[in-house]
Each structure stands twice: as structure tokens, then as C-alpha cells.
């Protein structure tokens, strides 16, 4: 082996010079391990390493440059070297390098995607070489949990899942589960800690249950997430409210929305929701089989509501409502009432876009609900009969088991009423 040639100042210090057409631009360590630095055109350094295993000649990827700071996801030029070493080594001895362990796992994880909804199975374990990388063992938790969650949020869920892993959790990706301790965890999870606290600990939550999973695999033996979560600072998060107009904005806000020139079926979904004060994905996945049209009833099934063990929620339709969901025209009398542009259900997005698009941003899609809850407040509407029309839980565990009523007949008069008021009637 012959003596390196880069150096640490060198690695610092060195920029992309501009190469056209830009592609990357290598330095060789000429140790003799088969070391090099990319400069990439967008300035980031990685280093990568060219290694013959079992007679085939491959670059491996070692990891991105750093300093080497306590913080820093990255590695210097003397970790590069120390794994560059081992890898020459492991190969010369006819081994198996950790490098084409990674490179193995990564190959299976594809392969697992392609077969079906990217989880491992026990087969496809045994044969990844050092386990599974972190984002397997994410993405097989995940695709064993989803069937559980209604089908209202699972593809919501399922992208707010993904989208975690990918915006907080990616140092931890490519990490072997079996691998990943605590300060890897803190490194990600700090940053948000603070800055967004549920956000932090949602993602905090998520790792917990892979390395749950991994520990029920046999790929490990404990969960630092408990550790991780003494560590960080203690906060106490400001209580979040969905925005709400005051009730007497309401008809305005309706005159705009049916006004604007947004997608037909939002304007009217949007116009159910608030003359209904249901949830948005009660709306919006609303199905013809649940409405009943001459008798004024929409009956929404228990597993598309959010308190599910309460059974179904009948729904009383004032004439307003009745008259929205007949604008959607006979044609449409099964299936979904209201279809995405193209096809489909409405999107979970498509309230939240229509407000944005009318420059409405002091309220929220399920803000309407509070708008509905102040206006029974200020007109007299006791409690019971407010709380049952929003479909909310019960008080204490005594009450819930007790009070059994829905309350239909008072709550039809109340929504009857909130109509008329939301559509400017006398």
C-alpha cells in the first residue's frame, strides 16, 4: 500500500471547478484501497470506494464528507479511510465487505418493494446480510398496521408515514435496525424537538415501534426511545385550535364558496360539511348507500366515524342539505357523491385547497365545526344535543355507558335551524 494522498485540509477546502457538461469530480486517496472523494457539481463531497468482490468491480458509497463534529451525520477523511481499510481488508481475506452487505440489503429491500407493499418478510430477513436497514423495518411496520386504521385516514396516515421518514428519520434510513442507538435517534429528533414538539414526538413514537419490532424479530435487544425522550428538554406545547370564523361569517363564507371556480363536487362537499358540521373525511367519502333522500336521514357507518365503538350516526338532513346533494344530479345515485376531477374520491386535500384558493387562511375545513358549536353556545342549544350533533365522546365513563339517546329528533331541529341561518334564511 502506498502512502495517501489526500488530506483533511485538502477534502475541506476543495470546490467543484466547474465542469462542462457537470458531472462529478473524483480524487483518488492513492492508498491503494480503492478511496476517493467526489466533488459534485452541487458542491456536496462524498467519498466513495472501488473494490473487486468475488471478481466484480463495483463503487461502493462510504458516506457523505464531515468534519467529523459530534452533530454531524457525515464522516471525515480518516473514518472513510478506517472503513475503506476494513472493506480492502475483509475482501482480500475472500469475505463478505460491510459494503456489499449494504449494498445486498439495499438489493432485497427493492426486490420486497417490487413484490408488493415494501415490508420484509421472515424469508427476505434471513437472507439480508447485517438485518435489515432502519427503512425496512419502517416501511414492514407500517404495511402491518395500516389494515388496522379506517379507511377514511389510511392513506393519509400512510402518507404522513412516509413523508416523516423521509423529512426527519432519513439519517436513520440506510442505518441497520439492529444498529441504531440512541444518540443516532437524538441527533434526528432534536432538531424539531422544540420547533415543532408534536411533530418530534410523533416521529420519536414511530421509532419506538420499529425498534419494538425488531426486538420481537430478534434483531435486538432493547428500545432506547424511552432514554432518548429523558434526555431531550422538557416543553410544554401551546394548545393547537383549528381556526374558526365567528358563526355570522359563515353565509359569507358559503356565498364565496359557491361563487369561486373551484371543482364542482368541493363546492357542494364544502356546502354539506358546513350545513352538516360533520368531519371532512365524513364528507368527502360520503357514499350514496348511507342517505336516504325522502326521508331527510344519512346514516354514516361505524367504522367510517372517528369514535366507531358508539355504532352508526344517523344524520339528520335539513332541506338545504337535502337540496345540495340532489345538485349533484341523479346520474351520480351510487357509489361515491363526491369524485375528484379525475375520478376517484375527493381528495383530503381538496377543502384545504378551496380555502387557499378564495385567500381564506382565518379559517380551517374543520374550523366549521366550531363555528357550529358557538352558534348552538349563543343560541340556547343545551349541551347534549350540541355535543351529539358534532358526534363528539361523551363525558366520563359513567355517562358514556349510560346515555345511550342520540338525541335525533332535538338534533334535526337544531341543524334545520343552524341551516337557515348559514343560508341567509329569516
Not at 37 to 65: C, E, I, T, W
Not at 167 to 192: F, H, K, S, W
Amino acid at each position: 500500500m502506498s502512502k495517501p494522498s489526500l488530506t483533511a485540509a485538502f477534502v475541506k477546502n476543495v470546490r467543484y471547478q466547474g465542469r462542462n457538461p457537470p458531472v462529478p469530480e473524483r480524487y483518488n486517496d492513492g492508498a491503494g484501497t480503492g478511496l476517493y472523494l467526489n466533488v459534485m457539481p452541487s458542491h456536496s463531497k462524498q467519498f466513495l470506494q472501488r473494490l473487486k468482490v468475488a471478481g466484480k468491480r463495483r463503487d461502493y458509497g462510504l458516506g457523505g464528507y464531515s468534519t467529523g463534529g459530534e452533530n454531524s451525520l457525515g464522516i471525515s477523511l480518516a473514518k472513510a479511510r478506517e472503513i475503506a481499510l476494513d472493506n480492502w481488508l475483509a475482501a482480500r481475506r475472500g469475505e463478505v465487505p460491510a459494503c456489499e452487505a449494504k449494498r445486498q440489503a439495499r438489493l432485497a429491500e427493492r426486490q420486497a418493494r417490487k413484490a408488493g407493499s415494501g415490508s420484509l418478510d421472515a424469508a427476505t430477513l434471513a437472507t439480508i446480510p447485517g438485518g435489515p436497514t432502519f427503512e425496512a423495518a419502517f416501511l414492514t411496520v407500517l404495511a402491518a398496521r395500516a389494515p388496522s386504521w379506517k379507511p377514511s385516514v389510511r392513506v393519509s396516515s400512510e402518507r404522513s408515514w412516509k413523508q416523516g421518514l423521509r423529512d426527519y428519520l432519513g439519517a436513520l434510513a440506510r442505518v441497520p435496525v439492529a444498529a441504531v442507538t440512541a444518540a443516532d435517534i437524538r441527533r434526528c429528533i432534536e432538531p424539531a424537538w422544540t420547533s415543532k414538539p408534536k411533530t418530534a414526538e410523533k416521529q420519536l413514537r414511530r421509532i419506538g415501534l420499529v425498534l419494538r419490532w425488531a426486538i420481537a424479530e430478534g434483531l435486538r435487544d432493547a428500545d432506547p426511545t424511552p432514554a432518548v425522550r429523558s434526555a431531550l428538554p422538557r416543553f410544554k406545547a401551546a394548545p393547537r385550535h383549528f381556526k374558526a370564523l365567528p358563526p355570522d361569517q359563515i353565509p359569507g363564507l358559503l356565498a364565496r364558496v359557491r361563487e369561486s371556480d373551484a371543482p364542482r363536487d368541493a363546492r357542494l362537499a364544502f356546502e354539506l360539511m358546513a350545513l352538516t358540521a360533520l368531519r371532512t373525511n365524513e364528507v368527502r367519502l360520503a357514499d350514496w348507500s348511507e342517505i336516504d333522500l325522502e326521508a331527510a336521514l344519512w346514516v354514516i357507518p361505524a367504522e367510517r366515524m372517528k369514535y366507531s365503538e358508539r355504532g352508526d350516526h344517523r344524520v339528520p338532513l335539513s332541506p338545504q342539505a337535502v337540496e345540495v346533494l340532489r345538485a349533484v344530479g341523479p346520474a351520480r345515485e351510487a357509489g361515491k357523491v363526491f369524485r375528484a376531477p379525475r375520478g376517484g374520491a375527493l381528495g383530503d386535500d381538496a377543502f384545504r385547497d378551496l380555502l387557499r384558493d378564495l385567500g381564506v387562511t382565518e379559517c380551517s375545513p374543520h374550523g366549521l365545526r366550531s363555528s357550529f358549536r358557538d352558534h348552538c353556545a349563543l343560541n340556547g342549544v343545551d349541551r347534549l344535543t350540541a355535543e351529539a350533533a358534532l358526534a363528539h365522546a361523551r363525558g366520563g365513563k359513567t355517562e358514556q355507558a349510560y346515555f345511550r339517546v342520540d338525541l335525533f329528533a332535538q338534533r334535526r331541529a337544531v341543524m334545520v335551524a343552524w341551516a337557515d341561518f348559514v343560508c341567509g334564511a329569516a
